[in-house]
């Protein structure tokens, strides 16, 4: 489907209601789309991005339908192949056209599609071309979320084509955000899952972004923004240094001893004042754990022993938070464990990326007994003080 920006502005790329997982990891509750953008000046035409491979079709059959003959030139964000995969295919039917982007995304485009060097017209910081009325301007925006990634700018009309950053996994034929409700929920679980590790590098980008004042900003997956305040906002909240009254537990339990004591903690912490809810980590899309993650003051990992460690759920849980690299204050460990093993210790050395208050952990040999249980009291009382310390829990 064409979707319609401006005149002369169209997002001609492809959307994906079937597809439900990404990277062979993420999961997609609402499917995705893969963003291209047609930008037509008096002289020249440019496509901004390109389609997933096996999408190219319907990039083609949106470019039939506008009735595209020429494309001067293919501009590429970013190398991924979800935005880069179809270049060649749109070289082939545009022989013309030159792949411009910066040269380290030139290199990865090598590597990735074997394109050779003489079809790249390379450009750095604040290099521009001319479509003829319209000029496209080019800013590095790097680690959003690759090292090579640019925003492009169209200065007349104020539009920002920012490729992943500010994107959502969102399938839909709405033009802009603004007319689907789901899209700012998708777009906190796409910053959480892929822009959090990156939050020092956003902050510089936001501002690199904001100083050409966009009119609409228009990523690489899902819709456009004709209100950009409303996500660049979200993303200063989401990359700002507070937190959130939140305690997030994490559990599994293989024969019930550990799911009583997270069950207790859970009602201790509530009865504190602490906002908290427990998530079974077998069980759970770890999406939704990556967008608690976002806010969280607090994360317990509630794990039984098992081979003389953490049930590998939990070594996944404490791995995924490691490379995410969230906000967080405070991580505790509880369980239950037969014999012994060194599950705070191996759970320890999964979160070495994040600089947090280990609390001291709460490990029962077998059924929790009631001094257990005041132990998890104990830890409750040290999660509120800690979140009235901080100041997110008056």
């Avoid at 104020?158 to 033009?175: K, P, W």
């Avoid at 093993?341 to 999964?350: E, H, M, P, R, S």
């Amino acid at each position: 489907m064409i979707k319609k920006l401006k005149e002369g502005i169209y997002n001609v790329g492809a959307v994906d209601f079937e597809r439900t997982l990404f990277d062979e990891i993420v999961p997609l509750p609402q499917g995705t789309s893969y963003n291209a953008y047609l930008v037509m000046g008096k002289d020249k035409t440019a496509l901004i991005d390109t389609v997933e491979p096996d999408m190219a079709g319907e990039l083609f059959k949106n470019l039939d339908e506008l009735g595209v003959d020429r494309i001067d030139y293919v501009v590429s964000n970013h190398a991924e192949q979800d935005h880069s995969g179809s270049i060649p295919l749109v070289l082939e039917r545009f022989p013309g056209a030159r792949v411009v982007t910066n040269k380290k995304c030139m290199a990865f485009e090598q590597d990735l599609l074997h394109m050779p060097e003489e079809v790249f017209t390379v450009i750095d910081e604040g290099d521009e071309i001319d479509l003829g009325g319209r000029t496209l301007t080019f800013v590095m925006t790097k680690w959003v979320h690759w090292p090579e990634t640019m925003t492009t700018i169209l200065k007349e009309d104020r539009v920002a084509f920012t490729c992943d950053f500010f994107g959502s996994h969102v399938a839909t034929s709405h033009v802009f955000a603004e007319q689907c409700d789901r899209t700012f929920i998708e777009a906190k679980r796409y910053y959480a899952e892929i822009m959090m590790p990156f939050r020092a590098t956003i902050v510089k980008n936001i501002e690199k972004v904001e100083q050409f004042a966009p009119a609409i900003i228009a990523p690489s997956h899902g819709p456009a923004f004709s209100e950009p305040s409303a996500i660049i906002n979200a993303y200063k909240e989401w990359v700002g240094p507070g937190t959130k009254n939140e305690a997030l537990v994490l559990y599994t339990s293989m024969h019930g001893s550990t799911r009583k004591m997270v069950d207790a903690l859970v009602n201790d912490l509530a009865q504190r004042g602490v906002g908290v809810r427990s998530r079974d980590m077998v069980t759970s899309d770890f999406g939704e754990v990556a967008i608690d993650l976002v806010d969280l003051t607090t994360l317990i990992i509630a794990t039984p022993t098992m081979l003389a460690g953490p049930h590998p759920k939990a070594v996944y849980a404490a791995y995924l938070a490691n490379a995410l690299r969230p906000k967080l204050q405070l991580v505790g460990v509880i369980g239950s464990f037969g014999w012994g093993g060194k599950t705070v210790d191996i759970l320890k050395a999964n979160m070495g990326n994040i600089r947090t208050e280990f609390l001291d952990p709460v490990l029962v040999k077998g059924l929790p007994r009631d001094e257990d249980y005041q132990r998890l009291e104990a830890l409750a009382d040290r999660v509120r003080a800690k979140h009235v310390e901080l100041g997110v829990l008056k």
